[in-house]
């Protein structure tokens, strides 16, 4: 089992930036793909960025391209999201995930509880 806790959300105005964290603990993430999804109100929840298990493949959504940047960092069984430039319409819960296969789909394994990211105008 791996338990992920998300950290750093919070409220910024437009074109500001935050850092999410997303810190697991019960195994190693060091050999499963790592992705941060978001869910606005109303919506279902969408793919934002991807990261593999080395690290060495990213994508991003078409909508955060350019402006966030997913990384990990193993050896502190950790992975980041860097937004910068931030829109209203950014404004979501932000939930990271972790599991064998590298996807853009919402189909991980296990998920964290989610940060809030409120992006004001």
Do not use: H
Not at 47 to 67: H, L, N, Q, W
């Amino acid at each position: 089992q791996v338990q992920l806790v998300e950290s750093g959300g919070g409220l910024v105005q437009t074109g500001g930036s935050l850092r999410l964290s997303c810190a697991a603990s019960g195994r190693t993430i060091s050999s499963y793909a790592m992705g941060w999804f978001r869910q606005a109100p109303g919506k279902g929840r969408e793919f934002a960025a991807i990261i593999s298990p080395s690290g060495g493949f990213t994508r991003y959504a078409d909508s955060v391209k350019g402006r966030f940047t997913i990384s990990r960092e193993d050896a502190k069984n950790t992975v980041y999201l860097q937004m910068n430039s931030l829109k209203p319409e950014d404004t979501a819960v932000y939930y990271c995930a972790a599991g064998p296969k590298l996807t853009q789909r919402a189909s991980y394994d296990y998920w964290g509880q989610g940060t809030q990211v409120t992006v004001s105008s």
